[in-house]
């Protein structure tokens, strides 16, 4: 009897010593993506330093805003800590969503000076650019573009495009350019299949649309607001130069995106172009890693920042993690946080496909050479500009999702028009919320 | 044991009937009427569910009139009377005529009854999903078939204004045509065969004996069908943002996925609320019109 006991209680309690021994843990949410995975593979070691076990909760990226915004507006204690989008900054810092950071960053010797400044007012600081810290830059991003440089080496193709554009066949250097370019593949049968232009975001539902014609309204020199006098939007967000560069964009949807491809985002951007249907993508720094891993010898991808036209910009990605102010483990969260911003752990980081943006890491003299698209990113994230990151971010980015898609998609209305109803739009929200 | 059956025997019919009731009382009341009355109340404040701690004011009627006075509301609304008229006719006529099919006897005819059905068994969401891989321009099988019969070349279902609407009433029609056939086959199930017989004898022909005999008996059926989706339609969801994300632009936007962004992404609580208030006025007042005209048409 004693054997038959001992044979079953000795697995029993050596179970339940296990889960003592590993009963501290925290709880992670991030998007579901590639850099998500690399942050686990990286976790580990943190696990191993302090015991502490690392869970994730990575939500698919239509759905991660609605998901993550809807735990912190319950106040719910799932999430111990959170790499939230650049935009919730304001919400998380203003709804007391997010710990304030300042004490710990000083009694901890992390100083914000030594992440890239971009970033730092980016993902960090709300007001903006004030010295109130409610996240850690995490993971730097902007959006890119991809293209294939097997297809631009041919010489068959650089001398036809040479004769007709009487420029060489390259990276494009403005927007006009990239069109040129894309015009060019567009409907162009190369190896027994036919190709298209450009793989563009279009996506209605979330962030998509937005971000993508962002790319092109900041490269004409769009600004949202009078510097000047805040929340004066008219003659700003609806300048010529704004309406000229939807109107572009619109160009590129109708000239250049493959047949189906309006409603489009990063996954839909990636197969498109994984499956040779493209010339190039526009998508976030953070899928080069996976693009490039396909491409050992380089010869198929190449990768440039987002082009200029009457200035140089590149729409803002990227995340800072935050410590949830409903978590009952803030200081566990807190000493993971502390572990994530020392240098050598952001150079295994970045190492393992994260986008780092400590400065030790974007300054080293390997740096550029360490990934075929890491001068693009030290190039974009010097230009980078954001969407509104008030606290009312999605009331103010769903209106313009709905009226750009309806002008470059549905191709109802005018330019002109679309951004007019957009200012009213804000207009309206910021009243409401008490701005003007 | 025996007094608690004393007890019971004790008590009035009236009571325990309402003992029998109650729980299912206090469900309703819990489940439905609060939410109901809380929202109603809702709709005549200013409230964000995701603003903590910013007071909550009586506003009056003033969501009530924003929404009805936006132009937008009104689009949204035409985009769900499209939907749900061209649904509702499709389904009618498709179902009904499947029904006459079915009724006959032939081989096989139990196999078809269950293949026809088989896509109201499947979930909106991933009708949704795969529908939108049958109805992608460069791959899919929709735009293979419809080329098949006449060539119109490339042609993007889900990403032109124009033929966007048409693609989530066919995405619908063939998901829910056999729950309208289903109904009406039931229908036509129960008619008795000597009306039939007395129709042959006094030398009907089949179209008077359609006409005479089997669309009076199945039209209560239909029309009970077509109240089903009716409702259902008018509040659709999962299955059109799925499909098309209320897009391009807003060309699909029913009024259920614009509530729902103003709910739940917007969260301006107030404001939806009162639009869900208008919404459930709409069609408990359509409903209530109907159900009386088929009353009336079942007296005939």
Redesign the interface.
């Known amino acids: 009897m004693r054997k038959i006991l001992s044979v079953f209680l000795v697995p029993v309690f050596a179970l339940l010593f296990s889960f003592n021994a590993k009963s501290e843990s925290l709880t992670l949410g991030w998007a579901a993506w590639d850099p998500a995975n690399a942050l686990q593979e990286l976790s580990k070691e943190f696990t191993a330093e302090t015991g502490v076990e690392m869970n994730f909760e990575f939500v698919p990226w239509p759905n991660f805003a ?1 998901r993550m ?2 735990e912190l ?1 319950n ?1 719910g204690k799932t999430f111990d800590l959170l790499i939230g989008d650049s935009q919730w900054i304001g ?1 998380g810092a203003e ?2 969503h997010y710990v304030k950071l300042n004490d710990f960053f000083d009694a901890n010797g992390i100083s914000m000076d030594d992440f890239n400044p971009a970033t730092v007012y980016a993902y960090s600081t709300w007001p903006k650019g004030s010295p109130n810290y409610y996240a850690l830059p995490a993971m730097g991003d902007a959006l890119a573009w991809a293209y294939r440089k097997d297809w631009f080496d041919r010489p068959e193709l650089q001398a036809e495009f040479k004769s007709k554009h009487g420029y060489d066949l390259g990276v494009p250097k403005t927007w006009d350019e990239l069109y040129d370019m894309c015009t060019f593949f567009q409907g162009r049968e190369i190896d027994g299949q036919v190709r298209y232009g450009a793989a563009i975001n279009t ?3 979330s962030e998509g649309i937005t971000m993508g014609v962002t790319a092109a309204m900041y490269a004409w020199g769009m600004q949202y607001e009078n510097p000047d006098n805040p929340y004066e939007m008219d003659g700003y967000f609806n300048s010529d130069a704004s309406v000229e560069a939807v109107e572009f964009y619109r160009k590129m949807y109708e000239d250049c995106a ?6 489009a985002y990063m996954v839909a951007n990636l197969d498109a172009y994984k499956s040779g ?1 493209v010339a190039f993508q526009m998508n976030w720094y953070a899928f080069w890693p996976g693009v490039s891993k396909e491409d050992s010898d380089g010869r198929v991808s190449g990768f440039f920042a987002n082009p200029c036209q009457n200035v140089c910009a590149a729409t803002l990605g990227g995340q800072g993690i935050s410590v949830v102010s409903y978590s009952d483990k803030q200081d566990l969260a807190l000493e993971y946080m502390k572990w994530f911003a020392k240098p050598d752990i952001q150079q295994k980081w970045w190492d393992l496909g994260g986008y780092s943006c400590h400065m030790d890491v974007l300054g080293s003299p390997d740096f550029v050479d360490s990934a075929v698209y890491a001068q693009g990113f030290l190039d974009s994230m010097g230009i980078v500009k954001d969407f509104w990151q008030e ?1 009312t971010f ?2 103010l980015m ?1 209106p313009m999702q ?2 750009i ?3 470059v ?4 209305g005018s330019a002109k028009d679309a951004l007019d109803k957009i200012i009213d739009d804000w207009t309206e929200v910021f009243e ?1 919320d008490g701005k003007i | 044991m025996k007094s608690a059956v004393k007890k019971f025997k004790g008590l009035s019919d009236k009571a325990i009937a309402w003992i029998f009731i109650a729980p299912t009382l206090i469900l309703l009341l819990a489940i439905n009427i609060y939410p109901l009355i809380y929202a109603i109340r809702m709709s005549f404040t200013n409230f964000y569910a995701n603003k903590i701690g910013r007071e909550v004011k009586f506003v009056g009627l003033k969501n009530y009139k924003k929404i009805l006075g936006k132009e937008e509301i009104w689009e949204k609304m035409q985009i769900t009377a499209h939907f749900v008229c061209w649904t509702l006719v499709l389904q009618a006529l498709i179902g009904l005529g499947l029904a006459l099919l079915l009724n006959k006897k032939f081989k096989g005819n139990e196999l078809l009854t269950t293949l026809i059905v088989l896509p109201m068994m499947l979930s909106p969401a991933v009708v949704g999903v795969f529908w939108t891989y049958l109805y992608n321009p460069q791959v899919g099988l929709f735009n293979y078939v419809v080329n098949f019969f006449y060539d119109f070349g490339i042609f993007d279902m889900i990403g032109s204004s124009t033929l966007a609407p048409w693609s989530i009433v066919i995405v619908d029609t063939w998901m829910w045509t056999p729950f309208t056939m289903l109904i009406c086959l039931a229908g036509l199930r129960s008619i008795p065969n000597y009306l039939y017989e007395a129709a042959e004898v006094d030398r009907a022909s089949k179209w008077q004996q359609f006409i005479h005999i089997t669309l009076p008996s199945v039209l209560p059926f239909l029309l009970l069908a077509l109240l089903f989706r009716g409702i259902e339609n008018f509040k659709m969801f999962d299955l059109v943002a799925e499909l098309t994300s209320g897009g391009p632009g807003s060309a699909t936007e029913l009024a259920s996925i614009n509530l729902k962004r103003e709910a739940f992404e917007k969260w301006k609580t107030g404001y939806s609320s009162a639009f869900a208030v208008i919404l459930f006025v709409t069609i408990f007042g359509f409903g209530n019109v109907y159900v009386k005209v088929m009353n009336k048409i079942k007296e005939r």
């Open positions: 609605e915004l809807n507006n106040q919400q709804y007391g996506e209605r539902g493959p047949p189906g491809h309006s409603d249907q606290p999605v009331e769903l709905e009226r898609h309806d002008y998609v549905n191709g109802k409401d």
